[in-house]
């Protein structure tokens, strides 16, 4: 199989995720023009775990996603849904076809170089590593890093200490296997989902007794995705650093974010791809979209910044864009 030839998932529902969904396409179309691979946009249909239809309705959307070669294929939710909308990454992953390369991309994320340049080895995966330390957050009485972490290892019979960065000090949270969600990768996605969704519902349902006191939601997807990257032979190091989350990918998550804390070249890349009349006719319907882009308001977000000197936090971020008048999501 050919270094193009992968398949990369996203996930799309009614709402913000289907305007994202199509920012991604036109993106991945626009600068990826040897990708050979598929496009899969999955699509939660509606069931006992959603009070509200989340599948795409909008017959302009579906047929723009279908002009920009993507495919969408519908999925049921067995396990997470309405109430843990990030479950929809760990489900999805069923609609792949079985022992194909795969990426998974979260649809708030821009291609905006060649993806097929990036060097993958899809048989060590491994994930986003654009992270805080977000979790766990140790209480002062409770256990700390290592035996919080150490608890999941033991629970699913994996080795515990290979998975740590001897670099970094004891306590601090780089020291432990973390990653951010937002891409991951791997060989098979049907073993690579099975183990994913396996973890993700034993610690819903069962939380070992280091974990009591820590929160979960939103976090479930990070705390058992590196325990199922460990226990496919992947890691922190497998992928050169530069490439995804560098000058090939973009996860902005945000637009007002992506606009403060991004590169010119990613914002070149937003401009350019949302230019067309025939996509800028659907995309003015969201609102974040019209008021960043359309109307402006990114570029007097940017100059809010200097961008070789921005706050260490996003948290800062926020807050000096909200205090402006400029937040919107």
Not at 70 to 83: D, Q, S
Not at 211 to 240: C, F, K, M, Y
Not at 302 to 313: G, H, I, V
Request: glycine share 6%; charged share 25%; hydrophobic share 35%.
């Amino acid at each position: 199989m050919s270094l193009c030839s992968f398949n990369i998932l996203i996930v799309a529902q009614a709402g913000r995720l289907q305007y994202e969904a199509l920012l991604f396409a036109a993106s991945l179309r626009q600068y990826s023009p040897k990708f050979q691979g598929r496009l899969i946009v999955a699509v939660p249909q509606m069931g006992p775990l959603w009070t509200e239809d989340p599948s795409l309705k909008d017959d302009d959307v579906i047929e723009a996603l279908s002009r920009l070669g993507a495919e969408i294929v519908p999925f049921e939710n067995k396990v997470f849904g309405e109430r843990y909308k990030h479950g929809n990454k760990i489900e999805a992953l069923k609609v792949l076809p079985p022992e194909a390369p795969f990426i998974f991309f979260d649809s708030d994320t821009l291609i905006t170089n060649e993806i097929c340049d990036v060097p993958f080895d899809f048989s060590r995966p491994s994930a986003s590593l654009r992270r805080e330390g977000t979790w766990p957050k140790p209480t002062l009485y409770g256990p700390g890093h290592t035996k919080i972490w150490q608890s999941l290892y033991t629970r699913f019979d994996l080795d515990f200490e290979s998975s740590l960065d001897p670099k970094e000090p004891e306590g601090y949270w780089k020291r432990y296997l973390y990653f951010n969600a937002g891409f991951f990768y791997g060989s098979c996605p049907r073993t690579f989902g099975t183990r994913f969704l396996q973890y993700a519902e034993t610690l819903k349902r069962d939380l070992p007794r280091e974990l009591i006191g820590q929160s979960l939601n939103p976090w479930l997807d990070q705390v058992a995705l590196p325990l199922v990257i460990h226990s496919l032979g992947g890691g922190r190091d497998t992928l050169p650093a530069g490439y995804l989350d560098g000058h090939t990918s973009c996860h902005y998550r945000l637009f007002p974010l992506l606009y403060a804390r991004e590169s010119d070249r990613t914002v070149e890349a937003l401009e350019h791809i949302t230019a067309p009349n025939w996509l800028k006719r659907i995309l003015k319907r969201h609102d974040p979209i019209k008021r960043m882009v359309y109307q402006g308001k990114g570029a007097k977000v940017r100059a809010l910044f200097d961008q070789d000197n921005l706050p260490k936090r996003e948290n800062a971020i926020r807050k000096r864009i909200k205090a402006q008048g400029y937040w919107i999501r």
